[in-house]
């Protein structure tokens, strides 16, 4: 009996314990205690960027702006890009990974632009037509509400 009751007042000891070690981190939590080095990230990125070069000379150069023919090659550039940014113990996107990111995509794809669409204004009889009738179907329902709610014998 006496054992029970030691054991009661042991739990919320261990239990403040485990929880002290996981507010600390040793629950497998890792915690990233390491400075970007941002000068090793800028010295590997450009491999990343030669093997998407080597990579995009397979697909025709017609082709660039059709993403279908190179996701694959892009995946593989974009998980580059993130590992080499994450063995300098730098987070990803960060700021100098996107400008490598964007030199890549200027040499790429600055011909791939959309082409704008230039919107114009119906006919006015069209406009006319589309703005009066959702006008007067408002202003039918709200007749209906008032004329039903003056007879009270309809609702009844």
């Not at 069209?126 to 209906?144: E, G, K, N, R, S």
Request: glycine share 4%; aromatic share 10%.
């Amino acid at each position: 009996m006496e054992a029970q009751g030691s054991r009661r007042r042991q739990l919320p000891v261990l239990l403040l314990w485990v929880n002290g070690l996981m507010t600390l981190g040793f629950a497998g939590a890792r915690q990233q205690t390491e400075l970007c080095n941002e000068s090793l990230m800028l010295e590997k990125l450009p491999a990343c960027g030669r093997f998407f070069e080597e990579m995009m000379k397979k697909v025709d150069s017609k082709k660039w702006c059709n993403l279908t023919e190179f996701i694959m090659y892009y995946d593989n550039f974009t998980q580059c890009t993130e590992r080499e940014a994450n063995n300098a113990s730098c987070f990803w996107p960060n700021p100098l990974a996107e400008g490598f990111i964007t030199g890549i995509h200027k040499q790429f794809f600055s011909n791939c632009t959309s082409e704008k669409v230039h919107w114009e204004d119906p006919p006015d009889e069209i406009l006319i037509t589309l703005i009066l009738i959702p006008v007067m179907l408002t202003c039918a329902m709200i007749t209906l509400v008032v004329w039903c709610s003056k007879r009270s014998d309809i609702l009844v």
